[in-house]
Each structure stands twice: as C-alpha cells, then as structure tokens.
C-alpha cells in the first residue's frame, strides 16, 4: 500500500539525465540516442534533466547539450535541473517521515563497509546498524557531533521489475539512503521524484543500473507514485571489457573533431553499432525495433574508430 498520493496522469515521457561533471563520451551519447529512440517510437516526449546534486564541472552542462544537438537529438522543454529541486525532493522525505518509514543513521562509510551484511537481509544490504536505536542512542551519537543521514526504514528485502531488454528482474532493497548526511537529497529519492512530477514513465538507461532500479521501483510504489517501464541497455566497453571512461582515449565529440571527424562521422558509428544505418536520428525511426537490439556490450577501441564512408 502507497504512503503518497498518486502523481497527476500526464502523457507519458521518457528521458536522459546526465551529470553535468564532464563531457558527454560515445557510451553516453549511445544510450542518449537509444533513450529517444524509445521515446519518439512510442509517441512520448523527450526530456533533459541535469542531475547536478553532486559534482559539477564548469562549462560540463552547456557542453553536453551542445553535443547532444549536434547529434541531431531534440528533447522537449524545460530543461530541468535537479538542483532547482530540492523543496519537492524535500517534500517527498517529510511524507515518508510523517509515515514512520525513515530512520536517522549516523554511521560512516568505513563502518558501512566493514559491518557484515544483516542475517535477515540479502547479501550486500545495509545492515541495519542504526535501524533500532533507541532514542537515548540516538541523542548520545548526536551529541559526539556524528552527522545523521536519513535511511527508509524498508518494509521488504527484494522488489520485481520487468525490464524491456531483461526481462523479469529481482532485486534488493534495503534501508537506502534518502537524504545525507549533509542535508542532500540521495540520488534514489531525487529521480523517483523527479520522474513522476516529470510524467516520465519510460527509463532507458545503462545496464549498470539495473541492480539499483529495484529499490527506486519499491520507492516509487511506496509515495503512490506509477512505476516507469524500464530499459537497461548494454553499455560500451574499452577494449579490455571495461565500461568505457575517458581516460580510454579519443571518446568525446570534441575528441573526434580533434581527430577530423563530424558528429555524423560518429552518429554513423553509433548508428551502426546498433544494427541501423543513417545520418540522423529522424532517420533511424522508421526502422526501429527495440526486440532487435544487441543485447551484448559493444567492445569499442577508440584508437581503432573510423570515419563512416557513409558520412563524410
């Protein structure tokens, strides 16, 4: 049973969100793509969110969505930042809080990484160290100046999702972070958040968030809010099968140009390692079938990318 009230119904969205902490790399500008691929084919709209509650690179956010252009993606407005956010965040942790579904949690990463997982718990859960403090327990560590993060005090150890590339998917939930230590809303809570005032109810993102989209999922069904139909899409790789940084070369746009080649020469590649042929994104539409996408990495060697001789 949902604690929250049900969000407002609005025609459906899907949506990219990058971290402002540098430029956009081929693997994100593939699961951009991919992102509204889904979303144009089935007729939702197509957002940016900035999701700058953490580090934020100067010039990183005009940058990404210079690059995203470029590529010939249009999104539709406003542009949301997440950081313009934070009463609605904020207003989301004191309904769970009303509701008696929060606790403080005053330990330190360190004693988080050393404390064995709970008996009760799945592997690799928190483990519920400050779950049943007392309040005298509670009053002595905030009094030896210890900050308090804001943990759910979760009613569940695991919650199912279906995901379009994966399939069903079980996942743990545990007492996640909601608010830290510093006073920020925990990325979990922002994006459920964000996505439901959104209307977004299309995820298309990295595969490397799929082990998380449970504890979001069982988040969202808690404050009343329309779980999101999910896409985990395969990441890019290095050439030595590791997720693709930009310390691994040539991967950025700007990287590419450096080189002599446009942003067609790499929407080409990307194009390509899809199973597509075309120059802009307009042109992938007609053909795109999300039952036909590679469900493996695609390995990329960025000293080994070629100009398309479709694109000059």
Known sequence: MSIGEQAPTRPGAGRFAPSPSGDLHVGNLRTALLAWLFARSTGRAYYLRVE???R?????EERQIADLA???LDWD????????????HRAAIETLVAAGATYECFCTRREIQQAATAPHGPMGAYPGTCRDLTDAERAERRAEGRPAALRLLSRTTEFEIVDEIHGTYRGVVDDFVLRRGDGTPAYNLAVVVDDAEQGIDQVVRGDDLLASTPRQAYLAALLGYTVPQYAHVPLVLNRDGKRLAKRDGAVTLADRAAL???PRHVFALLADSLGYTGSTPTELLKDFRPDTLPREAWRLDPQNMVKSSRNP
Do not use: K
């Not at 934020?56 to 990183?60: I, K, L, T, W």
């Not at 407005?77 to 609605?88: A, K, L, N, T």
């Open 56 to 60: 934020v690179r100067p010039g990183a």
């Open 260 to 262: 002599g080649e446009t």
């Open 77 to 88: 407005p406003p542009i949301v930042r997440q950081s313009e956010r934070q009463d609605r």
């Open 70 to 72: 470029a590529l010939g």
């Open 52 to 54: 700058d509650l953490d």
